[in-house]
């Protein structure tokens, strides 16, 4: 990474309370961040930690209640659908379940049409728009031919996850958010999601932020980590800093419980 | 779609709903084209002719004659013809006549007959016999033996210039006509009804109407239903809170309640079959609002809506392509539900006199309305309602079992 | 040798699809489980490990019908037995079963107790409630588990506590072998922590004799089980002890399998994480053959068409594959070598 990092998102103070008066849930509260360019973010924590609610401020799918985000430095701006618009070319998203993310009734040609009207691509020949479907397609290994007109229900989840990817590539956002993309497809196929999205990564250079509850995944696959802890961060810092050596007893329990399979695994701790 | 078209017609439920619901249709669309009579006309002169095939007396007189021997032509006439009390009278004569009770069987005419023969005597007093009575008996002892009579009855016409009769043919008692050759002849399957107008024709008219209310009303509520469920579960906020303010008003006020005073308010002039079906559904869209929105609410955070969020689509964009075709299944149950429930409203409202106004539809709530006013239940004139019950019974049930066979292929929750 | 507790031979137990379509969803399986140890299976999803654990049981029912092998608890052969009196003499008392989700079974309307009292009494007929109640006492007070937990009602639990009692209630009958489909799936670490102690605790303290551990989540199975069994497309293909299993597999599905654990600790980096292409085979019509060999990395032409076994490497460790352990070694270690 560059030693000159540059701010790609950031926040202050924010928070999302949920209901009114006497059952107010505070769901995120008051956290702040700095995600730089092309660094792969995790936030760790477990149900219920808010993460998942801080990823939908983030993408902009929820209000905030209090607190700002910064996007490129700058105060983001998304009360018109117009603008809502302009900031989801930059931030993308791949969502924790593959079969519930799709609309079953759109063919997988509609997905990924879908994106290249997004980039603009809506005169584009039909040539060119198959020539683009397919690069995608092929850039997470799958056919294109085989896929059109089929149903995305048609495929495995690992293949669903994939043609996510592949709609990621073709959308090319500046930050991708990650949330959990593999906690529901099979251990087999979860080394082939994580590769595809570092190999996209690499080369779009976009900034990844994976929410997840497994803290083996955020350590391999992330240069910072944030741990979260009913709507707060209690720890962040790099990857090895965060699950190596922690500091907060939130997060040594949390990676205590773990089960391990190079040390001894303590069974005591609970 | 084609796999969920096989799927739903795997549902055994389905399949016989819908060939119930297919069947009334046909016949409803057929059999005006069979017998194009105006429902509404009258032909009967009185009130409740029974169910039968009613052959032109004048016509049969004027066919082609066939003498057929059929030996039990005069028995059968005469007991057609031997009333009870006729039989009653036999049994008092003979047992004054000395003949022990336990001989006596009144139900088996030939052995009576043989007896009265034997045994009457218009000379003859029994005890404690009127003048009247006594006439009663000669006047009977006339009757029977004119009905085994083999003389035939003579048809006279009168002749228009002198006004004498003349007799232009008679008639034997085995003397036969072919129904098939006699030009008038009208099958009534159901009979007819106080006014004296086919019941089946009505039935079938009224079948049709009832459907077509139905039908609008279930559209209409359905409509309206949906647009409110799509509105304020998809958008929520204030304008959920006001829809819902609104739903939970009709939701207090029974339905039915308000749609006997809109139809009161609105007058018998003004109520045709259409205004009614308008009324029905305007009332009656109440839960299918509650049930959608409640499946919009659900839906709305599912991955795909905020995926399609994230691709720059619109709001309606959104609500037509990612939420109702989720909820299509739903809506089609819910609609006909609607239909069969706005059938048996209509029929509510007609019997309570509030239905379309009378002279020009029939439908089978205004059936059922006219059979209780000239009190064909109570008169025991079971072809004036019974059908009508019947078809309503069949109509709901067919409804509700493509329902259920519906919900069973889209609630996989519910297969068995 | 210690005493064999549980053994099965050449199992195999068959689906029912509602198109009337036959799965054979466990394929000619044996296994043996000695007292005092714990099995485990691992396998992805549809690879046959539920239909397993619902077929040890010898109790079938629709749409999973028995088609031939045995079943032998203690010497005694259960996969003839009727229906009815598995159900009265060997559930329960020799074999218990904890489905996946089972938390999510517990009746909301009945507090706990009822529940206990419910199943004892289907097995004792003439069980007093106070004898119930002391008993599930005494085993919650074994098991470290709080006495208020009997009265209450199971939305009043958390997640894990839920997962825990339904553990304990299953071992009220003192059953000699437990299986326990995936106990700690969906919960988070630390119930799942909870969870993982609760059954070592069974075993330590006698409650159980030998436990059949199911998950697909390795890290975790690496640490509770003595021998791991990976299963594949309804088959067995390797057992072996569980530090084997993890860090020496043998057959090409299960290094993938192992290649793809992930853990939190520094060892983890320095692993390059492997991946199996393609999906699992349609059970409906398997493929002849070697079943892996549609996704294998090392597959050769006759792989797809000679009939594949298992081979013995010795006592304790078994394979299925056509090539013998050295061919199998030298290929993993020239790939090795390859990638440096």
Known sequence: ?270 | MKQIIQQIFRSGKFIVGFSIFTTILLVVIVYPLLIPDPPLNIIGQGTFFEPGIYVSVFDSISSPQYTLNLDEAAAKRIASKLGEEDRLAIKEWLIASGIPEGEIEIENTEKLLDQWFENYDPAKNIPGMTNAKRNYFIRLNKAITGLLSDEGMSITVKNAETGVLEEKGTIVPSAYVNVNEVPNVRVLPLGTDNFGRDVLTELVAATRVSLQIGFVAGIIATLIGLTLGLLSGYVGGVVDDVIMFITNLFIVIPSFVLLILISFSIGQDQRGAFTIAMVIGFTSWVWTARAVRSQVISLRNRDHVNLSKLSGHSVVHIILTDILPYIASYVVMALILQISSGILAEAGLSILGLGPRTTEVPTLGLMMNWAMIYQAHILGKWWAYFPVIITIALITFSMNLMNTGLDQVFNPALRD | MSNVLLEVRELTTKYVTRFREDVYAVDHVSLKVEEGKTLGIAGESGCGKSTLALSLMGYYFPPLHYISGDILINGKNISKMKPDDIRKSVLGNEIAYIPQAAMNALNPTRRIIHFIEDVMQAHELYITKKDIYNRARELFETLGLPEEVLHKYPVELSGGMKQRTVIAVSVLLLPKVLIADEPSSALDVTSQKMVIKMLRQLMEKGLISSLIFITHELPLLYNVTDDIMVMYAGQIVEKASSKDAVFDPLHPYAKGLMGSIIVPESGLRDVKLTAIPGVPPNLKNPPAGCRFAERCKYVRPDCRTSSVHLRDVNDTRTYRCILPENELRDIYAKEVAQNG
């Open chain 1, 1 to 270: 990474m560059a030693n000159q990092k540059e701010l790609c998102l950031s926040g202050k103070g924010l928070t999302k309370i949920f209901g009114l008066g006497g059952r107010k849930t505070v769901a995120v509260d008051h956290v702040d961040f700095d995600f730089y360019k092309g660094e792969v973010v995790s936030i760790v924590g477990e149900s219920g930690s808010g993460k998942t609610t801080l990823a939908k401020m983030l993408l902009g799918l929820i209000s905030t209640t209090e607190g700002e985000i910064y996007f490129l430095g700058e105060k983001r701006d998304i009360r018109t659908h117009r603008k809502k618009k302009e900031y989801w070319k930059n931030i993308q998203a791949i969502f924790q379940d593959p079969f519930s993310s799709y609309n079953i009734f759109n063919k997988i040609d509609t997905v990924l049409l879908d994106c290249i009207h997004m980039r603009g691509g809506s005169r584009l020949p039909r040539a060119k728009k198959i020539e683009m479907m397919t690069e995608a397609c092929s850039f997470v290994n799958l056919k294109f031919e085989e896929l059109t007109n089929k149903y995305p229900f048609e495929l495995s989840g690992g293949q669903m996850q994939r043609l996510m990817i592949a709609r990621i590539f073709l959308l090319k956002p500046k930050i991708l958010l990650a949330d959990e993309p593999t906690s529901m497809i099979d251990a087999s196929s979860r080394a082939t999601i994580l590769d595809y999205l570092m190999k996209l990564r690499n080369e779009t250079g976009m900034t990844t932020i994976f929410i997840t509850h497994d803290i083996g995944l955020a350590y391999y696959v992330s240069d910072s980590v944030y741990i979260m802890e009913r709507g707060r961060f209690v720890e962040s810092g790099t990857a090895d800093e965060v699950i190596l050596y922690p500091r907060e007893a939130y997060t040594k329990r949390l990676i205590n419980d773990v089960p391990k399979i190079y040390e001894e695994w303590d069974l005591s701790t609970v």
